[in-house]
């Protein structure tokens, strides 16, 4: 990481004795701040400690001396060196006199954002959450700076304190080509936040401390205009901004929802819930825990929707070792009921039930019992499968008539799906009319349909279908040529050659004639260039999503396909196997 802060020009403004002392202090380029009170010590702050500079008390006469130095302080009393990153924050009195100062260090640390830059190049909204202090305003400014040099991206800048782009009227180069819209009072914050999209045409807009209701609506609005967000919030964890009326808009909003009577007994809870209102302005959010330490909330709606359903989200835990290598890992919560403390749970699998389908039809060997495991805590992934263990469906599916299918199993196959959509499955089933029932019990189950991904890290849930004799079936995507794929082969049916105009149907999303023109010109194009000549194909420009069903009809074939060319003339290239 390369770092400028200029702190020279910070010290240049303290009194002459303070400055000589924090000049040859061995801890200089650590310094965070220095702050001067009316009749206090003067006192320096570093990361992990503090400690004073001089034995005799700060004067009026030091304070006044101080002022005259420094820019003229604002509606938010503060004020800053000019072409410098340093912050100078104003206490004052009950007749507005000036009596204490707090001098803080600004940095430009270039490389602060290596562990989400993965996130920044999405073109999502990302909220910035931290206590103060843990490096939110950094993060940002090298934000800009990769997004408006690096990424080639229109990026605007709106500075309320001057805290982001410095002091003066010329930005600090540490934001880049980015361009910097000065506040003249934090209270119009948002008039400026709406200004900057309506006559400079951002495609980033990059603001700080988000913090009234005004703030938060006018950040929606930039949102919706499809202008990508990037901001800090007054908030440590998500979980602070859902409590917080004022900023709960921020991630969907909440609202008090009345269920049904069924409804309410199938979620097992009151019939008046909290439900998040409407998708949230930012799609991802970061919570800086350290400095070197980030969570990341890669969905924001999913992690809401959990949070508000009594469950723990599972988020990732990024780190940056001293070498700068980065370390990416899943959190799975351990929590009690809710008290959110480690558990040690006794866990036994219940016997398994009378053998059907598959099971009875000779293709697996039973296998021994397996014994009592003691296990530590209990994991989201644990409870869920406990629920459905314990899951009582209201149809006996062994009492449902079941006919026999071609290799001995008793059709329809009941199908445990494990990370799968199972919207996405009922409308291949529906589609298709395949001789499959979804259900949520895995003692009924004749199959459990999984991501691969879910079952690779998860040695629970293998151990729990060898107990019960149930294959596990794994795709690799939740899409759905992979969910086609899959359910063709449960019921060992061949993949047909050609695509028919049933399965056409399951890649629309809202059936128009533009959808339906685009999945026949790839399917034709597929079927009488690309496979029979070995050709590649380029396909006539489309919006999106239209592309999205192309690609995903295209992978239904098994074979290749690509992107090119500049909106809105962006189309699909289609490549033999």
Known sequence: MTITDDLQKLLDILPQDLRQVLESHPKRDSLV????????????????????????????????DCIQRVGIFGGDNRAGIEQTLHRISAIRNRTGKIIGLTCRVGRAIFGTIGMIRDLVETGKSILMLGRPGVGK?????????????????RVVIIDTSNEIAGDGDVAHPAIGRARRMQVAHPNQQHQVMIEAVENHMPEVI??????????????????????????????????????????????????????GDDEARRRGSQKTVLERKAPPTFEIAVEMLERQRWTVHESVADTVDNLLRGRQPTPQTRTV?????????????????????????????????????????????????????????????????????????????????????????????????????????????????????LTKDIDSADAILALRSHVKNHAK??????????????????????????????????????????????????????EMDALEEARLA????????????????????????QHELVEHYRLKSHSFGEEPNRRLRIYPA
């Open 33 to 64: 701040e220095v702050v001067l009170d009316l009749g206090r010590r003067p006192e320096a702050r570093f990361p992990n400690q503090a400690e004073y500079l001089s034995e005799v008390p700060v004067t009026q006469e030091q304070i006044d």
């Open 137 to 153: 305003t950094t993060a940002l400014r090298e934000i800009a700076r990769v997004l408006a040099d690096d990424l080639h991206k």
């Open 206 to 259: 990059i603001i700080d401390e988000i913090g009234t209701e005004l703030e938060a609506l006018a950040a929606r609005t930039i949102a919706e205009r499809g202008v990508q967000l990037v901001g800090t919030a007054h908030g440590n964890q998500i979980e602070n901004l859902i409590k917080n009326p004022t900023l709960a808009d921020l991630v969907g909003g909440i609202q008090a929802v009345t269920l």
């Open 321 to 437: 070792d001293d070498q700068g290598k980065i370390g990416v890992t899943r959190q799975l919560a351990v929590v009690n009921g809710r008290s959110g403390q480690l558990a040690t749970v006794e866990e036994s699998f219940p016997p398994a039930r009378p053998s059907n389908g598959w099971r009875s039809s000779g293709q697996m060997v039973a296998l021994p019992q397996l014994p009592v495991e003691r296990v530590t805590g209990r994991s989201e992934f644990d409870r869920l499968l406990d629920e459905s263990f314990n899951y009582s469906e209201s149809i006996d599916f062994d009492a449902a008539t079941r006919q026999p299918g071609p290799n001995g199993e008793d059709l329809p196959l009941h199908i445990y799906p494990y990370g799968v959509s199972r919207h996405q499955l009922e409308q291949v089933i529906s589609v298709l009319t395949l001789p499959v029932v």
């Open 461 to 514: 849930l293998r151990q729990m279908a060898k107990a019960r004799h149930v294959p596990i079936h794994m795709i690799k995507s939740s899409t759905i040529p992979q969910i086609t794929r899959g359910l063709r082969r449960l019921l060992n049916m061949d993949d047909p050659e050609m695509a028919d105009d049933l399965e056409l149907q399951l890649f629309l999303h809202n059936g128009s004639d533009d």
């Open 526 to 549: 597929v079927e009488q260039i690309v496979i029979p000549k070995g050709q590649p194909v380029e396909l006539l420009p489309r919006s999106p999503q239209v592309r999205k069903m």
